[in-house]
């Protein structure tokens, strides 16, 4: 980044800072940088279009670990609305949710709720806990290993720390940590496709008969699906519905899509195209008037009548 072309805080000029490009429409950035530095991921893929989400890698300062996910939330809005103007962002209704973990309140200090290598989509709507409280991270200093933000039931499921050399499945509902190179492979117990958070439900949709209204239950729905783990989540879509997407489902379908259309429309057609060439529009209500007269009403006979007339000049132009 050229520094002296941006408006960079200035807090953030003592830190590295660098673009990492991405495929697609996202973008990837990086502020910060130390041993005590935080490295995240932020992603957000509300918008119905593709073009307009985004993918932000950063490298927090150690003000952002200790505040609220508030700023980073607003961090990210900021550099979001200087690349989409006229879709900007209101980092107000906003909020962090962990990936195999929970929803952030705007007031959650990061450092208690987030680790470096966490990743984290920006959703809108209300802040789901569950019915248990946030289980704070251990700091970094302590030597017992870091419990991930979940509720009791998802941190029993998930474990405090994978173990070296594992990696965490990516697929629906699962979140477990395995060895890549163990034989035989770990079954994995997963969901087909992405949950669904409207309002207070959520479900998973390829089970929408099972629905739950917290956290806790919501987890507990069993997988529909068996395989072996995945640590690659790029092949399943988008990792969430919200509401947009069901109203795209369910919008209703018109009954007279394939019904002819309606002669008027037609004739109407035709009177801007012949405007648009130079014709008196007045003269055209006129003849169109008389035929309507002479075939009794009959639309339909005017307009073939037209079709008639036009395709024999241009079929035989004098």
């Given at each position: 980044i050229d520094v002296s072309a941006q408006k960079v805080p200035?807090?953030?000029?003592?830190?590295?800072?660098?673009?990492?490009?991405?495929?697609?429409?996202?973008v990837s950035v990086c502020w910060g940088g130390g041993d005590s530095a935080m490295k995240i991921t932020l992603r957000y893929e509300e918008?119905?279009?593709k073009e307009l989400h985004m993918t932000l890698r950063l490298t927090l300062p150690k003000k952002y670990q200790?505040?609220?996910?508030?700023d980073v939330v607003k961090l990210f809005a900021d550099h979001y609305n200087k690349k989409h103007v006229e879709h900007p962002l209101d980092a107000a209704v906003l909020h962090l949710k962990v990936v195999g973990g929970n929803h952030l309140e705007l007031g959650a200090k990061m450092e208690d709720f987030v680790a470096s290598g966490d990743e984290c989509y920006l959703l809108g709507g209300e802040v789901l806990i569950g019915s248990e409280p946030l289980a704070k991270r251990v700091p970094a200093s302590a030597p017992a290993p870091r419990a991930p933000v979940a509720v009791a039931a998802a941190a029993a499921a998930v474990g405090a720390k994978a173990e070296k050399g594992k990696l965490r499945c990516k697929r629906f509902g699962c979140n477990k940590h395995f060895d890549p190179d163990a034989e035989p492979q770990e079954e994995c117990v997963h969901h087909k496709a992405a949950p669904v958070f409207h309002e207070t439900a959520k479900w998973w949709s390829c089970c929408t008969e099972k629905k739950a209204y917290d956290w806790e239950q919501f987890m507990k729905i069993p997988g529909c699906q068996k395989g072996t783990h995945s640590e690659n989540a790029d092949d399943q879509g988008k990792r969430y519905l919200g509401g947009s997407d069901l109203r795209g489902d369910c919008a209703p379908v018109r009954l007279d899509a394939d019904a002819p259309r309606d002669p008027r429309h037609k004739l109407g057609d035709?009177?801007?195209?012949l405007i648009a060439i130079g014709v008196d529009?007045?003269?055209?209500?006129?003849?169109?008037?008389?035929?309507?007269?002479?075939?009794g009403g009959d639309i339909d006979k005017v307009v073939t009548t037209f079709a008639t007339r036009f395709g024999a000049l241009l079929d035989n132009p004098q």
């Open positions: 200035v807090a953030l000029l003592k830190h590295r800072i660098c673009v990492v490009p991405v495929r697609g429409p996202s918008a119905d279009e200790t505040g609220p996910s508030k035709m009177r801007r195209g529009g007045d003269l055209f209500d006129k003849v169109w008037g008389k035929l309507a007269a002479e075939s």
